[in-house]
């Protein structure tokens, strides 16, 4: 069975930054590997495309340019917000705001984002939104493991929905 459309796709892979001699930043195997519906749309589009039409012991080496894994790095991404945003009860938690932490927070339209803290001064706070992997090329090697129709229950899953409607909601009873 080939990888596409609403196919249940289990890869065993290295990432590395910027080449096949890159950094390795992540490594799945056989025992715990990367496991997705494909099309869903929860994985990198040019990932996809890469893997598609790939089988079950196909092995796989690509590299995705930056603009087609996370982007380049997007300066107006980097805000100065002021300090006392971070206050919770009239006090600032500095063990938060250490150059480097990731701090889940907010958009004006309730959207979660997550920042880097860049740097911290007594009034402002320098927070860096794009994706920690923007500006880097990214190098996929590995191996598919398996491709087999995803059932119901994880098409609804991947879409975002859940099962705990009951049976009528497309899950399978």
């Not at 390795?24 to 994985?43: C, K």
């Not at 995803?150 to 009951?166: F, I, K, N, P, R």
Request: proline share 2%.
């Amino acid at each position: 069975m080939e990888i596409g459309k609403n196919k249940f796709v289990s890869l065993s892979y290295q990432l590395r930054l910027n080449g096949a001699e890159g950094d390795l930043i992540e490594e799945t195997g056989a025992d715990n590997p990367l496991q997705f519906v494909f099309g869903a749309g929860r994985m990198i589009e040019m990932f996809e495309k890469k893997l598609e039409g790939l089988k079950k012991g196909d092995n796989f080496d690509f590299l995705l340019k930056s603009h087609e894994a996370y982007g380049e790095v997007n300066a107006d991404a980097i805000v100065d917000l002021p300090k006392n945003i971070f206050e919770v009860n009239g006090q600032i938690d500095e063990s938060l705001l250490k150059i480097g932490n990731m701090v889940p927070m907010q958009d004006a339209n309730g959207n979660r984002l997550n920042g880097m803290v860049i740097e911290v001064t007594d009034t402002t706070v320098k927070m860096d939104f794009n994706h920690p992997l923007a500006g880097d090329d990214l190098h996929f090697s590995g191996k598919v493991i398996d491709v087999r129709e995803a059932t119901e229950q994880e098409l609804v899953e991947a879409m975002g929905g859940s099962c705990s409607g009951g049976c009528g909601d497309g899950c399978s009873c």
